[in-house]
Every structure is written in structure tokens, then in C-alpha cells.
């Protein structure tokens, strides 16, 4: 499913532009990655995206997920859209999660929501999708309350619970900031294994250009709520345009972790 962003502008109370115009498209399949330093709009573009703004935020422009408007529908009609078709994971994991909800119980949610009663069935369904996520000890997970977890099994649990719906666009926030480098890298290798396998167009946010550059085959460079670059991801490695990128490149080269390959 693609999805397609024209000219969203996300204001403040008071008028400001927190995202002014910002314009981008992620084919079907397509993995995008949104980058920019702290404040630059890029968690404020994907609630956008998916109608969840904070209060006293107001978003404009248009954003098509395949070919449908979706921004300003009515709320009952975003709650059908939000799950099925398009999903979301954030930084961290635990604001997603009901803290007192054992979590099979909770993966089993959307799954009951989507009309599996059977008990045997929704235990089935769930070994199933924690078993996608690569998680072993699948028992003890689904009994187990979420803060009884390790930061990188929540992760899972919360990617588990977005693909529950098999959503046709899944748009992580920072999903790999809270988290150790090795943790890191193996959620970034699960999520890039699961969107493969399963054709879902990805909008990959963080603040991280050597972390987008592995996931994403598109990056788009946002700075103070504007759009300053976007390309595909190796031209932009290789021939960077904006200085404000060409800092972010040279800050990732000088900690060797930027490859740039010579195809
Ligand atoms: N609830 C809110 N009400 C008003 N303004 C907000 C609200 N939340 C965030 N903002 C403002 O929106 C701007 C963009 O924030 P946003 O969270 O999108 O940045 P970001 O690029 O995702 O940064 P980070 O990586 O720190 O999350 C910031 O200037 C912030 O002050």
C-alpha cells in the first residue's frame, strides 16, 4: 500500500509550524526513512499520518494511503484505518503496552478484535506471532506482565502486536533508540526481515542516519519542521546536498559507521 504525503503542515496553538509542508511518497513495499535532530517534526509527522496529534495540534495537506484521503476523517473511520491498515511502534515499547495485562492476553487483543474467538486458536495465533518476532521462551512471555520483560523482548512484543493486524504500512518512531547497541541491531535485522517477508511499506523514524541507512532504501532530511533532503538513500550517502546533511554524514563517517557501497 502506498502512501503518499503532500504538503503537511502540522501547527502549534499559536500558529508555528512545527511541520511546514512537507512533502513525500513511499511506494508499496517501499521502506522510507525520516531523519532529523531532536525537534525537528519527524514524531509529529507520523501522528499526523496516522490522526493521533496531541491536543492543540492541528494538521493540513493531504495524506493518501493508497490513494484514500485519510487526514481529518472522522475518528470512527481512523480507528478501522489505525491496526488494519496502518500501524505504528514507538520508542518505547511499555507506552503501548497495558502494564497490568499479562502479554498473550495482550496480543490476543487485536486478534479478538478481528473476530478470533476460539481460545485454542487466539493461543495459537499468538505462539505464532511471538514466534515471529523470534522470541524462545514463548510461555513464560505470554504470562509474563510487561515490566517483567527486558526493554528488547517488550520491543518484540509491541512489533508482534502492530503485525497482529497485518498492517499494510507500518510506521516505527524510534524504535531501536531505547535500546542496547546489540539489542539494536538485532530488533533493526527482525524488523527488516518481517517487512520483507511480509510486503508491508515501512516509514522508519529516527534521529540516527547510520540506524536509517541500513532499513530504509529512501531518506528524507528534516530540519525545524522542513523537509531540507530527500533521495535515495545511497545517493544521499554518496552526494549529500544539504549542509545540514553533510553534517550528519560527517558526524556518522567520523564514528566509522556509515558505509557507503560502491555499486
Ligand atoms: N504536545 C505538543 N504541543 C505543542 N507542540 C509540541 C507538542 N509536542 C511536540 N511539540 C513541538 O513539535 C516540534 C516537533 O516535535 P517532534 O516530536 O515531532 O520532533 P522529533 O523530530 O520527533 O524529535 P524527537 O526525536 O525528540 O522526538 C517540537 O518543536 C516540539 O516542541
Do not use: C
Not at 34 to 40: A, D, K, Q, T, V
Not at 177 to 185: G, K, R, S
Not at 250 to 258: C, G, K, P, Y
Amino acid at each position: 500500500m502506498s502512501l503518499d504525503v503532500e504538503g503537511l503542515t502540522v501547527t502549534d496553538a499559536s500558529g508555528h509550524a512545527v511541520v511546514d509542508e512537507a512533502t513525500w511518497s513511499v511506494a508499496a513495499g517501499g521502506r522510507l526513512g525520516i531523519i532529523g535532530e531532536s525537534g525537528s517534526g519527524k514524531s509529529m509527522t507520523a501522528l499526523a499520518v496516522m490522526g493521533l496529534l496531541p491536543d492543540g495540534l492541528h494538521a493540513s495537506g493531504s495524506v493518501h494511503l493508497g490513494g484514500q484521503e485519510i487526514l481529518g476523517l472522522p475518528e470512527r473511520e481512523l480507528q478501522r484505518i489505525r491496526g488494519h491498515r496502518i500501524a505504528m511502534v514507538f520508542q518505547e515499547p511499555l507506552t503501548a503496552l497495558d502494564p497490568l495485562m499479562r502479554v498473550g492476553k495482550q496480543v490476543a487483543e487485536p486478534l479478538r478484535l478481528r473476530g478470533v474467538r476460539k481460545k485454542n486458536q487466539l493461543h495459537t495465533k499468538v505462539s505464532e506471532l511471538l514466534d515471529m518476532v523470534a522470541i524462545t521462551d514463548i510461555d513464560r512471555v505470554m504470562r509474563s506482565y510487561p515490566w517483567e520483560l527486558s526493554g528488547g523482548q517488550r520491543q518484540r512484543i509491541a512489533l508482534a502486536m502492530a503485525l497482529a493486524n497485518e498492517p499494510e504500512v507500518l510506521i516505527a518512531d524510534e524504535p531501536t533508540t531505547a535500546l542496547d547497541v546489540t539489542v539494536q541491531a538485532e530488533i533493526l535485522a527482525l524488523l527488516q526481515r518481517l517487512v520483507a517477508q511480509t510486503g508491508t511499506t515501512l516509514v522508519f523514524i529516527s534521529h540516527d542516519l547510520p540506524v536509517v541507512s541500513t532499513v530504509a532504501d529512501q531518506i528524507v532530511v528534516m530540519r525545524r519542521g522542513r523537509i531540507v533532503e530527500s533521495g535515495g538513500t545511497q545517493q544521499i550517502l554518496r552526494k549529500p546536498s544539504a549542509p545540514y546533511t553533510q553534517t550528519l554524514l560527517t558526524a556518522a563517517r567520523n564514528v566509522n559507521r556509515v558505509r557507503v557501497s560502491n555499486d
